[in-house]
């Protein structure tokens, strides 16, 4: 059996229901992501901390619900369930995933927050860009969950490797300098674009496209946009395998990572004017990847209770948020927007 047809017997039609759950979460994506732009933000407007806060506890409060959906799938065999999982280990599996996700998004909306700034992206235009930029993360992500799901089940010593990274890069993040602030417009991704079309830095609303003098030119918020993309492809390196290391079940991967993906963009405005007072929570990353990392590494030897993975993660968070809020440091006052 060749890489095709494994992928398209064993991942996509295996049963004909199988599919109808995955058409339906997909077609449920992309109908909220179309109520999202054409409806609840319709007109450019400034996402205040306010209303932020709200779309991220609903997000939240939605990811945490699809617990049920996933014990109820699972228990019908609605999924695919290669590892043979019972309902309860599913649903630790795919929260436990869930939170991986959304704790190594920090680092996503840091990195967003200076791209903006540079960029100098008025607020209410914001959420245009992210809107897009989840779009293009979705498909990136799910490309990258779907070949990582096919190597693990097909190679299976290369959940060493992923696991070995994984622990290489929280031994990275512990023990770095102080880096050079991150320049966007020094980016490989703006010299490309400048070779391939002009940039224009007059700011035309919220069109990524202008036309002057019958000459298209790509706006800055294209430039923010694909810059965007391809940070969070870099990010993907990290998060995917940690995902894996959870679980290497498609649609727990999938259905958690997308989860945390749809809540970013709320969490980003929630968060953005707070970053600095989370000082404490990149050393609950390092603790997670290296948590997940070692149990890669583990994986054929030992394998540690769905339970000891959800409580650690969960732990590591709520350390560093409250550490962070007790003994963060004094978050520095945002710039005024043009």
């Known amino acids: ?13 295996e049963k004909s229901h199988i599919m109808v759950v995955w058409i339906l979460f997909i077609g449920a994506v992309l109908l909220f992501l179309a109520l999202d732009l054409g409806f609840f933000n319709k007109t450019p407007h400034i996402i205040s901390s306010k209303e932020a806060g709200i779309w991220t506890s609903i997000w939240v409060t939605l990811s945490l619900a699809f617990s049920g959906v996933i014990y109820w799938l699972y228990q019908n065999q609605f999924c695919t369930n290669p590892d043979a999982l019972q309902p309860e280990t599913a649903v630790l599996k795919y929260i436990s995933g869930y939170l991986v996700e959304l704790s190594l998004s920090a680092d996503n909306i840091f990195v ?41 089940h097909k190679i299976h010593w290369i959940t060493y490797v992923f696991g070995g990274f994984l622990v ?50 790509a706006t800055t918020l294209f430039v923010t946009l694909l810059v965007i993309e391809v940070m969070d492809v870099v990010f993907a390196t990290d998060s995917v395998p940690a995902i894996l290391s959870i679980t290497s079940d498609p649609f727990l991967v999938f259905s958690s990572n997308i989860f945390a993906i749809l809540g970013l963009r709320s969490m980003y405005f929630f968060l ?11 050393y609950s990353l390092i603790a997670i990847l290296s948590f997940v990392g ?34 963060g440091k004094e978050s520095h006052p945002s710039r005024d927007e043009e």
């Open 272 to 282: 953005a004017n707070m970053l600095d007072k989370f000082h404490y929570l990149e």
């Open 112 to 152: 967003m927050a200076v791209i903006f700034s540079s960029f100098k992206i008025a607020k209410k235009y914001q959420h245009r860009v992210l809107f897009w930029g989840i779009i293009g993360a979705i498909i990136f992500r799910g490309l990258m969950i779907l070949f990582g799901v096919v190597l693990i």
């Open 1 to 13: 059996m060749n890489f095709y047809q494994y992928l398209i017997k064993d991942y996509l039609c």
């Open 168 to 217: 290489f890069t929280a031994v990275k993040m512990l023990f770095k300098k102080e880096e050079q602030e991150f320049n966007p417009k020094e980016s490989f991704v703006y010299k490309m674009i400048g070779k391939i079309i002009p940039i224009s830095h007059h700011r035309d609303r919220e069109h990524f496209f202008i036309t002057e003098n019958q000459k298209t030119y």
């Open 294 to 327: 070692v149990k890669m590494l583990l994986v054929h030897f030992y394998k540690f209770p769905e339970w000891v993975s959800l409580a650690f993660i969960a732990l590591a968070l709520t350390a560093g948020v409250v550490l962070s809020l007790a003994y």
